[in-house]
């Protein structure tokens, strides 16, 4: 079994900034691409950022310039660094990995979902 874990999330005002963390635990060979994705309230989930095994990245256009991920791989960890936060960022904010468990074996992670609340 595969454990993604995030953490960071709160609330913040207008222009501030979080980071956010996901450490993933259990039985890992390697893991692929990792990402964070948002649920707001009385919306569908919508990607917010992707980061591959080659650092390469991908944004959502809302946060570009804003939002900035990285990855720990020694560590299995990813982040999100989020500044100048607007309240449309108010949402819950999930962790997600690719991960080889074994040669056979390659599947999609979630986490629980960390709460961030953006105030005016």
């Known amino acids: 079994q595969v454990q993604l874990v995030e953490s960071g999330g709160g609330l913040v005002q207008a222009g501030g900034s979080l980071r956010l963390s996901c450490a993933a635990s259990g039985r890992i060979s390697s893991i692929n691409n990792m990402g964070w994705y948002r649920r707001a309230p009385g919306k569908e989930r919508e990607l917010v950022a992707t980061?591959?095994?080659?650092?390469?990245?991908n944004y959502a256009d809302s946060v570009k310039g804003r939002f900035t991920i990285s990855r720990d791989g020694p560590w299995n960890m990813v982040y999100l660094q989020m500044n100048n936060l607007k309240p449309q960022d108010t949402a819950i904010y999930y962790c997600t990995a690719e991960i080889r468990e074994t040669v056979a074996i390659i599947q999609r992670y979630w986490g629980q979902g960390t709460q961030v609340t953006v105030s005016s």
């Open positions: 980061i591959t095994t080659g650092t390469s990245t």
